[in-house]
């Protein structure tokens, strides 16, 4: 069965760069949707991203000018950069697989999570 | 935007039906997918467009969405269902969540 795998630095300044890598195992990342979201105490979970296999992407709107997600097919990842980051930012961060390949529904699968710390 | 509201917290006692309610504006029109999360773990899906479930999620678990409100049931509700139980839907093409709902069982 597909197992998401993540990981990434912990623990970062405000201004700099959040980056996240997860990898897809027992599974391919054609035909699916993958996301990025997150879980702080203050705002719950929140939807960050996502990109399918082809590369098109769509980006929640409140986070979209600091948010890029790419993925590297040849390695089965896919990955999410936030820019500029505050302590707002901080939270557990996910990634996620759209059920089915459908866009707009379920998340099915998910990684084991990354706590980022901002500060 | 579009709000959904989640109760903080229901509690059921052990073997009786708990009801989970995620409210919205004419929520019935959309899907809406459930995730059960215990501490330190990441959600699981356990209710997907309403009313199914995943492979390996009890029949305990039901759903419903009608008017405002959408409904995840438990039955029979056991000691391992507590935790935190999230509501989800797209508007807009952004993905939102529910607030969560702590499940607590006596």
């Known amino acids: 069965h597909v197992q998401l795998q993540q990981w990434g630095a912990g623990l970062l300044k405000p201004s700099e760069t959040l980056t996240l890598t997860c990898a897809v195992s027992g599974g391919s990342l054609s035909d699916y949707y993958w996301s990025w979201i997150r879980q702080s105490p203050g705002k719950g979970l929140e939807w960050i991203g996502e990109?399918?296999?082809?590369?098109?992407?769509d980006y929640n709107p409140s986070l979209k000018s600091r948010v890029t997600i790419s993925i590297e097919m040849s390695k089965n990842q896919f990955a999410l950069k936030l820019k500029s980051v505050t302590a707002a930012d901080t939270a557990i961060y996910y990634c996620?697989?759209?059920?089915?390949?459908?866009?707009?529904?379920?998340?099915?699968?998910w990684g084991q999570g990354t706590m980022v710390t901002a500060s | 935007s579009y709000d959904l509201t989640q109760s903080l917290s229901v509690s059921v006692a052990l073997g009786q039906t708990a009801r989970i309610t995620c409210g919205g504006n004419?929520?019935?029109?959309?899907?809406v997918h459930w995730y059960q999360q215990k501490p330190g773990r990441a959600p699981v899906l356990v209710i997907y467009?309403?009313?199914r479930r995943p492979s390996g999620i009890p029949e305990r678990f039901s759903g419903s969405n009608s008017g405002n409100t959408a409904t995840l049931t438990i039955s029979r509700a056991q000691a391992g269902d507590e935790g935190d139980y999230y509501c989800q839907l797209w508007d807009s093409s952004t993905a939102l969540f529910g607030g969560g709902t702590r499940l607590t069982v006596l």
């Open positions: 467009r309403d009313s």
């Open positions: 990109i399918n296999h082809s590369g098109r992407t």
């Open positions: 004419n929520i019935g029109s959309k899907n």
């Open positions: 996620a697989r759209g059920f089915e390949g459908y866009k707009f529904d379920a998340f099915d699968v």
